[in-house]
């Protein structure tokens, strides 16, 4: 059964400042997720961007936002196949289990200077 959705769009452009900034870059971005983002070259504004979105998109899919919830425990990472996946841990972790979410959906995408992150939530 379908528990949430979200669904959340950012300013590419927006990154910007982000991405040389590492108190900014450390708030919101566990050191996995950072190595990601880096070794997308090219592509590392619209990839930081949709993965804010997803964080975003998380909290909006929870109906509950983001309060209490320690951004670095929401790691968008990928799988073998490049899929990107939601990896929830501590604070993440614990808002799904408590309203027994079993499973996350996870889409990506961009175009111009938008990207936009859609989860939704099963439990």
């Given at each position: ?74 790691r968008v990472l990928n799988a073998v196949n490049e899929k990107p996946e939601l ?37």
């Open positions: 059964m379908i528990a949430g959705i979200g669904i959340d769009a950012v300013a590419i452009s927006r990154m910007e400042k982000w991405i040389n900034d590492p108190s900014i870059m450390d708030h919101f971005f566990d050191g996995e997720e950072v190595g990601i983002i880096n070794g997308r070259g090219a592509g590392r504004l619209r990839s930081l961007a949709a993965r804010f979105a997803a964080k975003e998109a998380f909290g909006k899919a929870l109906g509950t936002g983001l309060g209490g919830i320690t951004l670095r425990d929401i990896n929830l841990r501590g604070t993440a972790r614990k808002a799904v289990e408590t309203r027994g979410i079993t499973r996350t959906h996870l889409s990506l995408t961009h175009e111009g200077d938008t990207a936009i992150a859609m989860v939704v939530l099963e439990a």
